[in-house]
């Protein structure tokens, strides 16, 4: 079993533990592990609203010396980037209160509410501007994003037309 796979278990395992602020970090990680990979511990706890020290005794109570040690294997994670089938198979007794259906809606929500976080207005009106002043809206997709591109393409060709797909090199 690998560390990342080890860390998962050991968050799994002790979550009925934690305490409110720690289940709070362990379900940000759980969903975000590429994102809390490269944040402070500062930051991780602005995130998810608790303290900087909370998300060091986070990570004391997962048996690291402290958060820049949990950190590293959480970087170790995105370098082995674990399958959504093994997320899903090692999440599966995560909460057993929750359905499986209500674990990736929260999910989706969690991410809504982070992008609108994140999200810089003025450069998604710029965006927009842009697209209805276009004589013509080029779409590149390749592999898996051809069928989300196709999607765009035909939504937006209703709205306002000339919208092109390109889908392969010339």
Request: glycine share 4%; proline share 1%; aromatic share 8%.
């Amino acid at each position: 079993m690998s560390v990342n796979i080890d860390l998962v278990k050991k968050i799994q395992i002790l979550f009925p533990r934690l305490s409110k602020g720690q289940k709070l970090i362990a379900g940000y990680i759980m969903d975000n592990y590429d994102k809390a990979a490269f944040m402070t511990a500062a930051r991780l706890g602005e995130k998810v609203g608790v303290s900087e020290s909370t998300v060091v005794r986070f990570a004391n109570v997962l048996d690291f010396e402290g958060y820049p040690q949990m950190q590293k294997v959480l970087q170790e994670m995105l370098r082995t980037r674990l399958t959504t089938v093994q997320r899903i198979e090692l999440t599966s007794d995560y909460d057993d209160e929750e359905s499986i259906l209500k674990r990736v809606l929260k999910a989706d929500m969690d991410n809504i509410k982070v992008t609108m976080g994140d999200a810089d207005l003025k450069a998604f009106d710029n965006a927009v501007n842009s697209i209805i002043e276009a004589k013509h809206v080029y779409i590149v997709a390749l592999r898996s994003s051809r069928t989300l591109a196709d999607f765009l393409s035909f939504y937006l060709n209703l709205i306002r037309g000339n919208v092109h797909t390109v889908t392969h090199s010339i």
